[in-house]
């Protein structure tokens, strides 16, 4: 069967390195992801790239020659070269670093590179629940939070290239958490994977969550968000509320997204997302009660068709339609 031109789809983020091989129709020919492993620094984080590149190629049996090109979502700044500017939970020591050239040294092929959540927002409106809506935001929620905008069907980056830094807007200025920006009160460290985990790590310590008592196995350390979610589902009350407390400050930050940009939709991913309505309700919750105009109400609000694959899936849409995300001016290409 023929699909078409095929391309190679990377989202190296913080937790785990997700790859998809996948031709021009959305068709997906080969997938695998393995953990990002941060520690490593530069060189391990690029060599997980170039795994996961291997990998696809040698699952599906296809030759580096037969692809349009590799396209990689990153989890911090990049230039269209592949330059990296600046970088959030993968590790020190990227700022200047030219991943472009050290992967061109292994595939001799076309690269596409871009804001992890910029090419999830691509992902999420050429294959995904955005599909054929003009004016979206794709929110991911996960190790870190951020906001991949479209307006008019084009990502829209800023005069800066850094817009949709939701995870970093002050909901609760008095909260006195830290976050690995510097500041106090950000989204992360009340709605992030961190966050969850910690308050679920503080409630068995504490001698509550029961079922989370027992899913921890005696090491509240490695309670997940995925953890926390499996005790909800099996009754625990305490567990459910963690998720509906960061629903309730991720709405507050969303209803002031909605505020300012009007959007017909906004498409929620992440891992974090995988809890569907428990965390999502409480979003919804807080727009509908609370945003203005009125109108704005309406905005719909769902999951990610893609999964925690859009960034992935975004990261080839722009090989397969030879998009540049960080391009400034009129020519830039639609998604």
């Given at each position: 069967?023929?699909?078409?031109?095929?391309?190679?789809?990377?989202?190296?983020?913080?937790?785990?390195?997700?790859?998809?091989?996948?031709?021009?129709?959305?068709?997906?020919?080969?997938?695998?992801?393995?953990?990002?492993?941060?520690?490593?620094?530069?060189?391990?984080?690029?060599?997980?790239?170039?795994?996961?590149?291997?990998?696809?190629?040698?699952?599906?049996?296809?030759?580096?020659?037969?692809?349009?090109?590799?396209?990689?979502?990153?989890?911090?700044?990049?230039?269209?070269?592949?330059?990296?500017?600046?970088?959030?939970?993968?590790?020190?020591?990227?700022?200047?670093y030219d991943?472009?050239?050290?992967?061109?040294?292994?595939?001799?092929?076309?690269?596409?590179?871009?804001?992890?959540?910029?090419?999830?927002?691509?992902?999420?409106?050429?294959?995904?629940?955005?599909?054929?809506?003009?004016?979206?935001?794709?929110?991911?929620?996960?190790?870190?939070?951020?906001?991949?905008?479209?307006?008019?069907?084009?990502?829209?980056?800023?005069?800066?290239?850094?817009?949709?830094?939701?995870?970093?807007?002050?909901?609760?200025?008095?909260?006195?958490?830290?976050?690995?920006?510097?500041n106090w009160?950000?989204?992360?460290?009340?709605?992030?994977?961190?966050?969850?985990?910690?308050?679920?790590?503080?409630?068995?310590?504490?001698?509550?969550?029961?079922?989370?008592?027992?899913?921890?196995?005696?090491?509240?350390?490695?309670?997940?968000?995925?953890?926390?979610?499996?005790?909800?589902?099996?009754?625990?009350?305490?567990?459910?509320?963690?998720f509906q407390?960061?629903?309730?400050?991720?709405?507050?930050?969303?209803?002031?997204?909605?505020?300012?940009?009007?959007?017909?939709?906004?498409?929620?991913?992440?891992?974090?997302?995988?809890?569907?309505?428990?965390?999502?309700?409480?979003?919804?919750?807080?727009?509908?009660?609370?945003?203005?105009?009125?109108?704005?109400?309406?905005?719909?609000?769902?999951?990610?068709?893609?999964?925690?694959?859009?960034?992935?899936?975004?990261?080839?849409?722009?090989?397969?339609?030879?998009?540049?995300?960080?391009?400034?001016?009129?020519?830039?290409?639609?998604?």
């Amino acid at each position: 069967m023929t699909h078409g031109a095929i391309a190679i789809g990377v989202d190296a983020g913080g937790t785990n390195t997700k790859g998809v091989l996948i031709a021009s129709d959305g068709c997906i020919l080969a997938q695998t992801a393995m953990p990002t492993g941060c520690a490593l620094g530069t060189a391990g984080i690029t060599e997980c790239i170039i795994e996961t590149v291997r990998g696809l190629l040698a699952k599906s049996g296809t030759k580096l020659s037969d692809l349009q090109g590799i396209g990689v979502a990153f989890a911090g700044g990049i230039t269209d070269e592949g330059i990296v500017q600046w970088t959030v939970h993968i590790g020190e020591g990227w700022a200047g670093y030219d991943l472009g050239t050290t992967l061109a040294s292994c595939f001799p092929t076309a690269f596409h590179f871009a804001l992890d959540v910029h090419a999830a927002a691509l992902g999420e409106g050429s294959f995904g629940a955005a599909r054929g809506v003009s004016c979206y935001v794709v929110v991911t929620v996960g190790t870190g939070i951020g906001a991949g905008i479209v307006v008019n069907g084009r990502v829209f980056t800023g005069g800066l290239g850094t817009a949709g830094n939701i995870g970093h807007t002050i909901v609760d200025d008095k909260n006195q958490r830290r976050c690995s920006c510097g500041n106090w009160g950000c989204l992360e460290t009340l709605a992030g994977a961190d966050a969850l985990s910690r308050e679920a790590i503080e409630l068995v310590h504490r001698g509550g969550g029961t079922r989370l008592s027992v899913l921890c196995k005696g090491n509240p350390q490695g309670i997940t968000p995925h953890v926390i979610y499996e005790a909800a589902q099996q009754g625990d009350e305490a567990a459910a509320a963690i998720f509906q407390e960061a629903g309730r400050y991720f709405g507050i930050a969303l209803l002031n997204l909605v505020d300012i940009l009007a959007p017909e939709m906004v498409v929620v991913g992440g891992g974090i997302s995988e809890a569907g309505d428990l965390f999502l309700d409480p979003v919804r919750e807080q727009v509908r009660k609370r945003a203005w105009p009125p109108i704005a109400r309406q905005v719909r609000i769902v999951p990610a068709l893609l999964g925690n694959l859009s960034g992935a899936f975004g990261a080839a849409a722009m090989v397969l339609n030879d998009i540049r995300i960080n391009r400034r001016g009129e020519d830039s290409p639609e998604c």
